[in-house]
């Protein structure tokens, strides 16, 4: 079965740019037609779905955070990458990253896929 686990900072300056990378087990980044998203979700609001890398290293994102998201992987490590410039308070959020059921780009329900168990970002000064 495959686990996911974010790791990052949990505070973050504003105009900073956020990195937190998901390391994966149980499964490869490149196994054929699976996506792999990075979610957010803000405090008292519900999830948002930032944007995802595919198997094949294409890459997807929200058209509201695309000026500002970056998504990597590094195959050897099996791990997948978040980058979020120019951060706002807005931007705090608990954080999750997730793989999708196979053949699906954006998964944004608890329900679907596998999902790690989240980071909680904050940016303050």
């Known amino acids: 079965q495959v686990q996911l686990q974010e790791s990052g900072p949990g505070l973050v300056k504003p105009s900073q740019t956020l990195s937190l990378t998901c390391t994966v087990s149980?499964?490869?980044?490149?196994?054929?037609?699976?996506?792999w998203s990075w979610i957010r979700q803000p405090p008292g609001k519900g999830l948002e779905w930032m944007g995802a890398?595919?198997?094949?290293?294409?890459?997807y994102y929200s058209p509201s955070l695309k000026s500002r998201t970056s998504i990597s992987r590094d195959t050897s490590k099996n791990q997948f990458t978040l980058q979020l410039s120019s951060v706002t308070p807005e931007d705090t959020a608990v954080y999750y990253c997730a793989r999708a059921p196979i053949g699906l780009v954006v998964v944004t329900t608890f329900t679907e896929g596998s999902w790690g168990q989240g980071t909680q970002v904050t940016v303050s000064s």
């Open positions: 890398i595919a198997y094949s290293g294409s890459t």
């Open positions: 149980g499964g490869s980044i490149t196994t054929n037609y699976y996506y």
